[in-house]
């Protein structure tokens, strides 16, 4: 009985490792899923659109039964960030993301899209909702991660270098599709830049909504819908043949509900649920995982070749990325240290007042006690800033 105890125990320890690893395996599935649809001769953009489709129809009921009687009034504004964000993550951003796979391998966009932290603090500095802080330890690491983030990116943009056989399987699951797709490295890396500014874009309207309406849930359904009808809208624009727009049971079908029900409803419960329990940059640190599992499928399922300079950036890229999150991180925990607990200031408020009220100082305690919640309430302001900000980290899958 005590070993089961401690296994359970051990297990339960273990609880967010294993769902970080199985949300890794899914997003491995999607890159795989986009190729082999796209590979079959499906539009990207009508891709796109059944993913928010099958997203929609999976979120919308979760949020109803999950946020039910705690959802926030929605206002203008939220109904605005939720168009931007679906116009951000779904009309532009993946369109972009689907576009790159076709020109370019999954591994190859798996380890372009490692540069999102780094986009996003670069877009954050531009827009002046984040600070450089050069003097300090953080500053310097996201700084010097960024640039090695970059350095990366173009490494594996324009060198090639030798090909690296480690051994085939003789499965390529593309070898029987319609539409190969012709190979644009250098095109395909733009867009996939231009995706991850998307993305990045994204997250910080997400983060800002998520102030006005703290239901997550609630509003990644909203905007999975508003992506849903602007992809209708590019999707009828680009492509009139309607043959196109059939599912048969085939790859096509499987792609659009294993993306909109797997990566965009079950993976989101994933992270929500690990966020909350080790927060935003445990999650980020297995993003480099994805890429090695996606590396591995198309190499041995997908016929996909491997070359040093494909390897070599993408290593480049994984520590820029691990040097941004760790000056993320450091700037996070000194932030909590500065800010205390509100729990902690509400019995210190609490046993300062009824002391004061004993030694019958009340009226001049009131004054200070204001003041000092006054304080409180902006250092808590500074506090939720920075952990949005830290989510922009956490939540680079939320829409991916």
Not at 58 to 64: D, E, G, H, K, N
Not at 66 to 81: S, W
Not at 109 to 115: D, G, H, I, Q, R
Not at 269 to 279: F, L, S
Request: hydrophobic share 45%; charged share 15%; net charge positive.
């Amino acid at each position: 009985m005590a070993s089961m105890e401690n296994c359970y125990n051990v297990l339960h320890g273990m609880r967010p490792l294993l769902l970080m690893v199985m949300g890794q395996m899914i997003l491995c599935g999607m890159n795989i899923m986009f190729k082999l649809a796209t590979s079959d001769g499906m539009t990207s953009s009508i891709l796109i659109f059944y993913r928010s489709l099958f997203a929609s129809v999976f979120m919308v009921p979760l949020a109803f039964f999950i946020e039910r009687g705690k959802r926030a009034k929605l206002t203008k504004m939220v109904l605005f960030q939720a168009f931007m964000c679906g116009l951000l993550g779904g009309s532009i951003g993946q369109n972009m993301y689907v576009q790159s796979l076709i020109y370019t391998s999954p591994t190859f966009v798996s380890a372009m899209f490692n540069l999102i932290p780094a986009m996003t603090f670069i877009v954050a500095i531009i827009l002046r909702l984040e600070k450089l802080g050069w003097n300090s330890s953080a500053g310097k690491a996201k700084v010097f991660g960024t640039v090695v983030c970059i350095s990366g990116a173009m490494l594996l943009s324009f060198y090639k270098g030798p090909e690296i056989n480690m051994g085939r399987t003789n499965i390529n699951l593309l070898h029987s599709m319609k539409h190969k797709g012709e190979s644009k490295p250098l095109l395909g890396a733009c867009l996939a830049v231009v995706g991850c500014t998307c993305y990045a874009l994204l997250l910080i309207v997400q983060a800002k909504a998520a102030k006005r309406y703290p239901c997550p849930y609630s509003f990644t359904a909203l905007l999975n819908v508003m992506a849903a009808v602007q992809c209708f809208v590019v999707a009828v624009a680009l492509e009139r043949d309607w043959n196109q727009w059939k599912l048969g049971w085939n790859v096509r079908l499987l792609a659009s509900a294993y993306t909109g029900i797997f990566v965009s409803g079950v993976m989101f419960t994933i992270i929500a649920w690990v966020v909350r329990m080790k927060g935003p940059v445990y999650v980020s640190i297995f993003n480099p995982l994805m890429l090695v599992m996606v590396a591995i499928t198309a190499y041995l399922f997908l016929g996909e070749k491997m070359f040093l300079g494909t390897i070599v950036g993408s290593v480049v890229i994984v520590c820029g990325l691990y040097c941004v999150l760790w000056g993320k991180d450091k700037e996070i925990k000194k932030v909590s240290q500065l800010v205390p607990d509100i729990e902690a200031i509400d019995i210190t408020s609490s046993s300062s007042f009824k002391g004061s009220r004993q030694g019958g100082k009340g009226s001049s305690h009131g004054g200070n006690s204001k003041l000092r919640e006054e304080n409180d309430e902006q250092q808590e302001e500074e506090k939720r800033d920075s952990q949005v900000g830290s989510e922009i980290l956490g939540g680079v899958y939320i829409y991916h």
